[in-house]
């Protein structure tokens, strides 16, 4: 499972953290991402149109479509169900960890702490989404919890701007990060979508 996640963040150095209010808008804005250069996409599970967005997207040549906001065993079941291909949570339970090592869905749970990345570890995980990053203490939180814990990698998620996103790659543990600013809310604007995601995708390069 850790090698399935590791080959997806290292596939582009941003994921977009998408909240889809319309399902029907869901495949116009993947195929946009994916022309930008972002293959990786994280719906996330903050809508009632959410599931069946990761189905719809999933039908765009190129795209590897994740659920985000995953809370519990039932999200994961429902998300899986919709054809996610990866899971994303914002924090650890046992609980949700535990069913998503049974599952062997590639899995990156969300980590703010030493704990939440010791309780990682107990479950075999060794790639964690370091959240909220920002104002978990940012670049130096990171570095410095990254310290006694070597051989993780990670995808910091909030706050992070396109201006902020090259600080973060710039971190020797850091593998990608998370994006909400590539697809803003409201009425999507597909240029500018495919303009951002190429702007995105230019910083792995």
């Not at 650890?92 to 998503?100: H, I, M, N, V």
Request: contains cysteine.
């Amino acid at each position: 499972m850790s090698t399935a996640i590791d080959q997806i963040m290292r596939t582009s150095p941003v994921i977009p953290v998408l909240v889809i209010e319309d399902a029907a808008q869901a495949e116009p804005i993947a195929r946009a991402l994916v022309a930008g250069g972002l293959k990786v996409l994280e719906v996330t599970l903050r809508t009632p149109a959410a599931l069946d967005a990761i189905a719809a997207m999933k039908r765009v040549p190129g795209a590897i479509v994740g659920a985000g906001t995953v809370l519990n065993a039932q999200d994961l079941a429902a998300s899986i169900h919709a054809g996610a291909e990866f899971i994303v949570s914002p924090g650890l339970t046992q609980s949700l960890g535990e069913a998503a090592v049974a599952s062997t869905i590639p899995f990156l749970p969300g980590v703010a702490n030493a704990g939440d990345i010791m309780r990682g570890l107990d479950l075999g995980l060794s790639h964690f989404k370091f959240f909220p990053a920002e104002t978990s203490g940012g670049r130096p939180a990171l570095k410095a919890l990254a310290g006694p814990f070597g051989q993780l990698l990670f995808c910091p998620t909030g706050g992070i701007t396109l201006a902020s996103a090259s600080e973060w790659l710039a971190l020797d543990p850091v593998l990608c990060v998370g994006g909400s600013w590539i697809v803003p809310k409201g009425t999507p604007n597909l240029a500018a979508i495919e303009r951002a995601a190429a702007e995105a995708a230019a910083l792995g390069q």
